[in-house]
């Protein structure tokens, strides 16, 4: 088992680039979620999913879009970047609940110029 | 809305028994999780509380009390290894909010 993959592992966008964030997982979990670090901070949910189809917004959505069309895959889709969203992004999968272990992605590090 | 606090950083030595408390104001409240990151790392479950009381699993303890909105995570024997950042999470119906964590610094 792979786990959570996540691609690229760097990033560097000017403003007003668009990009998307991969993220799969090979354990056919059902919760899956995007979260933003910033220095010194702790991880702030953007947007998640209960399954497939499903999403709904976290505490940081605006900027960014997410769609799951399958269990394995959630891709984040920043429209329009800005230097306030340069930080390093986790993705991460879980069975059922969130209040089941999140298995996290190794992080995709985003600088925006 | 949700808030958690937790301290930012604890020092111990090698060996020493360590507290970082949680306390949170959300509502759905679901339960209590912790979880663990190393420098450059992603985070790790450590424990999860859904009910009041003390979970134990190896050096690691974590306590909730719902009535008090207060969480704790108690580190026994601490090793270097243990040098990390520590974030309690509440579980909110079907979210995952994370506290600001708690930088731990183990010296020999």
């Known amino acids: 088992n792979a786990g959570v993959t996540q691609t690229p592992k760097f990033q560097v966008l000017k403003t007003g680039q668009s990009m998307t964030l991969q993220c799969a997982q090979d354990?056919?979990?059902?919760?899956m979620s995007w979260y933003r670090q910033d220095p010194g901070m702790g991880l702030r949910l953007i947007h998640y999913?209960?399954?497939?189809?499903?999403?709904d917004q976290g505490e940081v959505p605006n900027g960014y879009n997410v769609s799951r069309s399958t269990t394995e895959d959630f891709p984040l889709r920043l429209l329009s970047a800005a230097p306030s969203q340069t930080s390093v992004y986790f993705c991460?999968?879980?069975?059922?609940?969130?209040?089941?272990?999140?298995?996290f992605g190794p992080g995709t590090r985003l600088t925006v110029l | 809305g949700q808030s958690l606090e937790q301290p930012s950083e604890v020092t111990a030595v090698e060996g020493a028994i360590v507290q970082i408390n949680c306390t949170y104001q959300?509502?759905?409240?679901?339960?209590l999780s912790w979880y663990q990151q190393h420098d450059g790392g992603a985070p790790t479950f450590l424990s999860y509380?859904?009910?009041?009381g003390l979970e134990e699993t190896g050096r690691f303890s974590s306590f909730l009390s719902r009535s008090d909105s207060y969480g704790y995570l108690l580190l026994q024997e601490l090793q270097m290894k243990d040098s990390a950042s520590y974030f309690c999470?509440?579980?909110?119906?079907?979210?995952?909010?994370f506290g600001t964590g708690t930088r731990l610094q183990v010296f020999p």
């Open positions: 959300t509502s759905g409240f679901y339960g």
């Open positions: 354990m056919n979990h059902e919760y």
């Open positions: 999470a509440v579980v909110n119906t079907d979210k995952l909010i």
């Open positions: 991460a999968s879980s069975s059922g609940l969130a209040s089941n272990e999140q298995f």
């Open positions: 509380n859904a009910l009041d």
């Open positions: 999913s209960v399954g497939a189809g499903i999403t």
